[in-house]
Structures are given as structure tokens and as C-alpha cells.
């Protein structure tokens, strides 16, 4: 059964860092990896989708990498500002269904 | 504009009165799913339609029915809700020719007394 974990669940950056979000997943039969951030008691808002046979997408000051066969990806923000506070959440897709993690949640410090 | 509406917005009721939750897309997605999360549970799929008179199971479906009888709509009906099923709901939708890139809707806040 696919499990996806990130790691920290929290993160708190002064402004202007660099930094790096982890997502890892335990079955790499995957069909695309999905980045997505939300406000509090807000909806979804997708960032980066990487489909399985891409290494990487770019968006502005985000980043994000797909290593299957580690089962790893990362989001990386650059330049990190206030208003880059949100959780960040990634999800695999399988066959049919989708896994969510339980999400890192940023505060970036004036 | 392309998205995804989910009705009502906020809702609250008693254990046992059956409610309807609405998801509408104007994207004519053929795949449209339901997630709840709950605090330190992360989204869990309730249930996924792949199209049309097609669904199933996700991982927490005890409790729930859906129905698909029209591409763009997929209702999440409660029969009896339980106060275990208070939580934040949310529809998706995404479709193969667009990558099977996710579309939430606004969520539903859903508290059963």
C-alpha cells in the first residue's frame, strides 16, 4: 500500500532563505507527483505536477525534482517571503487513486 | 472561468439527518474524486469516479455514497451522518489529457452534532 511522507511537518525560515521541502513515497510505480499549498481552512492550490518520466518543473521561484526510483521529490523556494506561509502538500498518483502526505506547514519570518 | 464548486460551503447538523454535499466542474473532466481531511490525518479519498456510472472505493469510504449520472456533477451523500464524519470535504477533479493534474474545489466544513 503506498504510504507518502514529508518531512519536517513544520518549518519555520527567516525571509529571504532558501529551502527545501521533502517528499518521499514507498511504491515508485507512480504516474505523476503533485505539489500543492494551502492557507488555513482553505482549499488546494497546485503549485508543480510532475509526471513520472520528468526529472523536474519549474514555476517561478519554486522548483520541484522527481527521483523514482528513490521514491523521493523535493520542492525547492527560493527566496523564501512571508507570503510563501501556507502547508505544502505533495501527492502521488497510482492507477486510480490518490495519495496524499500529511503535509509541512512554513512560516517565513519578516 | 475553469473550476470547481462544491455547495453548501458550511454545514451543520445532527447524527442521523442525511445530507447531500454538491461538486460541479466546468472542465469537462472525466475524473472526479472526494477527499476529507481531518487534523494530523492528511486528505484520504473517499470515493473516485472515472466517468461516467463509474466509481469506487477510496481508502475511507464507510458512511459515504456517490453518484455520477452526469459528467459534469458528483454528489457526496451522507445516509446517516455520524459525529465521526465531521471533518473538511473536498471534490477534485482532473483528466488524462491534462495530465492528471488535480482541481479542488473550495471545501466543505462540514460538523454533525
Known amino acids: 500500500k503506498q504510504e507518502v511522507t514529508q518531512i519536517p511537518a513544520a518549518l519555520s525560515v527567516p525571509e529571504g532563505e532558501n529551502l527545501v521541502l521533502n517528499c518521499s513515497f514507498t511504491?515508485?510505480?507512480?504516474?505523476?507527483l503533485q505539489w500543492f499549498r494551502q492557507d488555513p481552512g482553505k482549499g488546494l492550490t497546485s503549485l508543480l505536477l510532475?509526471?513520472?518520466?520528468?526529472r523536474e518543473q519549474t514555476s517561478g521561484r519554486l522548483n520541484a525534482s522527481l527521483d523514482k526510483s528513490s521514491g523521493r521529490s523535493t520542492l525547492y523556494i527560493a527566496a523564501s517571503q512571508p507570503g510563501d506561509s501556507a502547508t505544502y502538500l505533495c501527492?502521488?498518483?497510482?492507477?486510480?487513486?490518490?495519495?496524499f502526505g500529511t503535509g509541512t506547514r512554513l512560516k517565513v519570518l519578516a | 472561468e475553469a473550476q470547481v464548486t462544491q455547495n453548501p460551503r458550511y454545514l451543520i447538523t445532527v447524527t442521523g439527518k442525511k445530507l447531500t454535499v454538491t461538486c460541479s466542474q466546468n472542465?469537462?473532466?472525466?475524473?472526479m474524486s472526494w477527499y476529507r481531511q481531518d487534523p494530523g490525518l492528511g486528505l484520504r479519498q473517499i470515493y473516485y469516479?472515472?466517468?461516467?456510472?463509474?466509481?469506487d472505493k477510496g481508502d475511507v469510504p464507510e458512511g459515504y455514497k456517490v453518484s455520477r449520472k452526469e459528467k459534469r456533477n458528483f454528489p457526496l451523500i451522507l445516509e446517516s451522518p455520524s459525529p465521526n464524519q465531521t471533518s473538511l470535504y473536498f471534490c477534485?477533479?482532473?483528466?488524462?489529457?491534462?495530465?492528471?493534474?488535480?482541481?479542488f474545489g473550495p471545501g466543505t466544513r462540514l460538523t454533525v452534532l
Open positions: 477534485a477533479s482532473s483528466d488524462e489529457d491534462r495530465d492528471d493534474e488535480q482541481f
Open positions: 511504491d515508485s510505480a507512480i504516474y505523476n
Open positions: 510532475i509526471q513520472s518520466s520528468q
Open positions: 501527492a502521488v498518483k497510482g492507477t486510480y487513486k490518490y495519495i
Open positions: 472542465m469537462n473532466h472525466e475524473y
Open positions: 469516479s472515472m466517468n461516467v456510472e463509474v466509481t
